[in-house]
């Protein structure tokens, strides 16, 4: 049996009790910069968690879109998640090859099309695999499901809703890149970006709510600490940004663990913002 409490964080030890249990799947939504020169599927092949199927963030996307990884329509998304074996009442638990950071993009994608029962491992892989925890190689070959997807408009922002909230002052614009790259002081890992961050972000890099040794979330208190000295009021709406709508989802994760769901991740992020000639940027 499983737990009648899904949180959205769980534990290497949860997951290792819970790792056969009747509707807990695992996700490995591993995702890295083409600059760090790192394969996620390839070390998938090489290496995962038993049962895990691959999260293709960069194929379960929109590819009609110039912009990087744009969340897919809620047909295809349906498609993907029902060839993976995910389906409607499944319990899911995302991890990553870093700790914590594209798992929460995962979690978040599930989130904005209706799927509730989605939990990041804290940790991640190096982690479980720190632990001795088992792991193996290969591929895995899902039994088709149902699953049923309902786009959630809400928990995404669109380049004209940033636009508005310039105006309105409505929501709090968090970017979650580096202060070198917020200040436009670093260059952007992708060519053609102009330097520097969106009037009236607030800067909270996604790093500062990691615990840089475990790779693990932050405890709330801290969190929620961390937060308020960056200047961001946790009454009022988020709309979250970064690079490209990858660690912006750490905000949004965060922000959840603190009961906040007024929160919004900017889908094009910097990527589209910043590459584009006529929008307004600060340094």
Known sequence: MIDTEFESLVSTEWLAV????????????SWYLPKTGRDAEAEYQASHIPGAVFFDIDEIADSD??????LPSVEKFTSRMRALGLGDGDRIVVYDGTGLMS??????????FGHEDVAVLN?????????????????VVPQRRHFTAVFEAD??????????????GGAQIVDARSRGRFHGEEPEPRSG???????????????????????????VGRLRRIFRESGIDLDKPVIASCGSGISAA??????????????AVYDGSWAEWGGLPDTPVDR
Do not use: C
Not at 65 to 70: E, G, I, Q
Not at 155 to 168: F, K, M, Y
Not at 250 to 263: E, K, M, N, P, Y
């Open 18 to 29: 819970h790792l056969q249990s009747p509707g807990v799947k695992v996700i490995d939504g």
């Open 193 to 219: 970006l102009r330097a520097g961050h969106i009037p009236q972000s607030l800067n909270l890099p996604y790093t500062d709510l990691i615990d840089p040794a475990e790779g693990t979330l932050l405890p």
């Open 250 to 263: 750490v905000i949004a994760f965060a922000l959840d663990r603190l009961g906040h769901s007024q929160v």
């Open 123 to 139: 940790g991640g892989l190096p982690k479980w695999r720190a632990e001795g925890r088992s792991l193996v190689s290969g591929n």
């Open 155 to 168: 928990r995404v922002s669109a380049i004209d809703d940033v636009h508005i909230n310039l105006a309105s």
């Open 65 to 70: 879109d110039p912009l990087p990884h744009m």
């Open 103 to 112: 798992a929460a993009r995962v979690w978040w994608t599930f989130r904005v």
